[in-house]
């Protein structure tokens, strides 16, 4: 089974609006990090959070860290239509990173 | 500006062939890894190497073999493909480890008959 769970599974708002999305894990880890996935591409990362850290800021990205629930939150403000696009949360395990299955966000125009 | 380079992009292979995935990256990097990615399942680790001559098992590393060649280079083979091996190949290196950020290619996808 996987590491990370992303919910929602997919997620549609209009763009201006924020959009939350949220990870759950079953391990203890040092860090999790935020990716980006367009349609038909690579991953692309986006933010890093430590054990020890709680909070993350960049740009308009705003990632949460809760190790007691085992369970992290990516916020994105300020939407546009360009966001459009999965995003996973990635967990170190061992010497390996390990994926959830993503959340699809939609931003309407 | 390369970075990580992945070959062929695309591929079609009948059931009991085999295939060899390249991977090259650029930057140095110590780690390198092998993700297959299914729909429903985001990715799924099959091998990584955390540093030149090295090479693990990740999660699902049965049919595949790897080689990390050098630093830069770490393949990933194919001996009899099957058709629960159709998917979508990312190669990936990391400076750190899985304390740091990954560098994606733009993917493999396979297709087996």
């Known amino acids: 089974s996987q590491q990370g769970e992303e919910d929602p599974q997919a997620l549609s708002i209009q763009e201006g609006e924020n959009a939350t999305m949220n990870c759950s894990y079953k391990t203890s880890i040092n860090n999790l990090q935020w990716y980006r996935q367009n349609s038909g591409r690579g991953l692309v990362h986006l933010i890093l959070i430590r054990s020890n850290e709680r909070e993350k800021h960049s740009g308009r990205l705003r990632v949460t860290l809760d190790t007691s629930k085992k369970s992290s939150s990516l916020l994105i403000t300020a939407s546009r239509a360009a966001d459009t696009a999965s995003y996973f949360c990635a967990t170190d395990v061992s010497n390996d990173m390990r994926f959830g299955a993503g959340t699809r966000l939609t931003v309407k125009p | 500006n390369a970075g990580v380079t992945q070959t062929p992009k695309f591929q079609v292979l009948k059931t009991g062939q085999s295939m060899t995935l390249q991977c090259a990256q650029d930057m140095n990097h110590n780690s390198m890894y092998w993700y297959r990615q299914d729909p429903g399942m985001g990715l799924r680790l099959i091998y990584y190497s955390a540093s030149e001559g090295t090479t693990d098992k990740g999660e699902v590393p049965n049919g595949y073999n790897v080689s990390r060649l050098n630093k830069r280079e770490f393949s990933l083979r194919l001996e009899s493909a099957a058709p629960s091996q159709t998917s979508v190949y990312f190669c990936?290196?990391?400076?750190?480890?899985?304390?740091?950020?990954?560098?994606f290619g733009e993917g493999s996808r396979l297709t087996v008959l």
């Open positions: 990936a290196s990391s400076e750190y480890g899985p304390t740091g950020e990954l560098f």
